[in-house]
């Protein structure tokens, strides 16, 4: 079994500095990121040009660290819910304050043109786990998950089932949807440990699911506690990174928040009224759809960050800190509160509002700080190069859709070429460099040249038939390749 991850070496590629200022700093929301990202309060931060200037002063585009070796890394992987792309202070909220998760990217890395692997919750967790497209698996097909016919096949190795195999300790922590008792659950799945819920959604203090079932589990028994269930998973991952382990671990950590429905903590009374709609049958009542605020939100989405802070505190408190790598990142694309400028669309969609998403890296013993990456990645990504960094093989069998990016963050090696690709029902894209082929629910084939247009305003397709011819043809032959859509009966 492999004891080091890959070795660190010099190279000469670097992401161009235009690049960097064309994506990142080339509009206000850039400006503010990089402001906060330099450590200046975004309160305090000086007009658009001065924070881009202060900003770059600071975080600089992704260069390798030369001449760093070290063990192979914990994982510590935490999913934020339905959180929007730039929900967090360090990409551009003017009203959200994330002082922790804005750390944790001057610490490391961040992501500008980072993507889920799909529009919602349950197929980009299959993305995630199995590193490959969620339209490989039946299961990956239900957008999302919504009852107790399909889920992640227990045969099927996963990020954990791999990484156990290499010697790791496997746990989840949190949100699961991959599937329901008895055929589906995360102990099924390669996690040795799994405290959390099954479904999609659940009611913060009474742990009552969509349907009105209980969904609070340890292992497979149910689990009775009716704290605010952030506090809950803060504790439960607090701990579990101050044991003393006798091998390297994989944490994933995958919160609810700030998913429907928006409740705070301490907002018992909206709570049980929640509560109460549930038990009179009210089949709604979770998603909350009178309820919620932007305020609200703001709240619950800077409770994540104390929590992650809480976390990150016990993580350094352990004495791990510099051997762990530490990852963050939304499911998907933010719901009807949520902030994305400039991006358009929000979850559901593959616009990229509903699909890029807040990423950020952070390896203390390996990968240096303050810097920013434009790179375009998504989900199954990481699921190869976690398994490159922790020593384990995928299974042939079942390969994987991602490409490790460890050359990259250790060897500064330039990524091949390659198309990300993504299918909900009803809409189709595919991103190749900068160059964004999108057929919405209209039916229509649109071109869209993101460093110049993050928004998706200025169609070129009429412009680039042969490249939009080009990227089509792409999509499909990847497409040909899936499962279909069940049919509607």
Not at 166 to 176: D, E, F, Q, R, V
Not at 225 to 233: C, F, G, S, W
Not at 432 to 438: I, N, V
Request: charged share 25%; net charge negative.
């Amino acid at each position: 079994m492999p004891s080091h991850a890959p070795e660190s070496n010099t190279s000469s590629h670097q992401p161009s500095p235009s690049s960097l200022s064309r994506r990142a700093f080339g509009t206000a929301v850039g400006a503010t990121a990089a402001t906060v990202a330099a450590g200046i309060p975004a309160a305090a931060a000086p007009g658009p040009a001065g924070a881009a200037a202060a900003g770059a002063a600071r975080e600089q585009p992704f260069r390798a660290a030369r001449g760093r070796h070290g063990r192979r890394p914990n994982i510590l992987f935490v999913l934020g819910d339905d959180l929007g792309w730039a929900d967090l202070s360090s990409y551009g909220a003017p009203h959200i304050r994330t002082p922790n998760l804005d750390r944790l990217a001057r610490q490391g890395v961040r992501f500008t043109d980072a993507y889920s692997g799909s529009a919602t919750c349950s197929p980009t967790r299959f993305s995630l786990y199995t590193g490959r497209y969620p339209g490989r698996t039946k299961g990956g097909l239900a957008e999302p998950i919504a009852d107790r016919s399909v889920g992640l096949e227990p045969t099927h190795p996963t990020l954990a089932s791999l990484l156990r195999g290499a010697g790791y300790s496997t746990a989840l922590i949190g949100k699961w949807h991959c599937g329901y008792l008895p055929d589906y659950s995360p102990t099924r799945s390669g996690w040795d440990e799994f405290f959390g819920n099954f479904g999609g959604a659940l009611e913060y203090y009474s742990k009552l699911g969509l349907g009105g079932e209980y969904d609070l589990y340890e292992g497979d028994a149910a689990y009775k506690d009716l704290r605010y269930y952030t506090r809950i998973l803060t504790e439960r991952a607090s701990e579990y990174v101050q044991r003393d382990h006798d091998r390297p671990w994989l944490l994933n950590l995958n919160f609810t928040t700030p998913h429907w429905p928006w409740i705070a903590d301490g907002d018992t009374e909206q709570s049980a009224e929640i509560v109460r709609r549930i038990k009179a049958g009210d089949r709604g009542a979770l998603w909350n759809a009178d309820g919620g605020s932007v305020e609200k939100y703001t709240e619950m989405v800077e409770d994540l960050d104390r929590s992650v802070g809480e976390v990150l505190k016990a993580l350094k408190h352990s004495g791990q800190e510099e051997d762990t790598l530490v990852f963050f990142a939304s499911d998907n694309g933010g719901e009807r509160f949520s902030y994305s400028w400039p991006l358009s669309g929000n979850k559901s969609s593959l616009q990229e509002g509903g699909i890029r998403v807040p990423s950020v890296l952070r390896w203390p013993a390996r990968i240096d700080g303050n810097q920013v990456s434009d790179l375009p990645v998504f989900s199954p990504d990481w699921t190869a190069t976690l398994l490159e960094l922790g020593g384990a093989r995928p299974d042939p069998a079942y390969p994987l859709d991602g490409t490790s990016l460890a050359g990259y963050l250790l060897r500064d090696e330039a990524p091949e070429e390659r198309d990300l690709f993504w299918r909900v029902r009803g809409e189709r894209a595919l991103r190749r460099g900068d160059w964004k082929y999108y057929r919405g629910r209209g039916g229509a084939d649109q071109l869209f040249q993101l460093a110049d247009d993050q928004r998706e305003q200025a169609d070129r397709a009429a412009a680039e038939p042969g490249l939009l011819a080009e990227l089509r043809a792409s999509w499909e032959r990847t497409n040909a390749g899936l499962l279909p859509y069940p049919t509607a009966s």
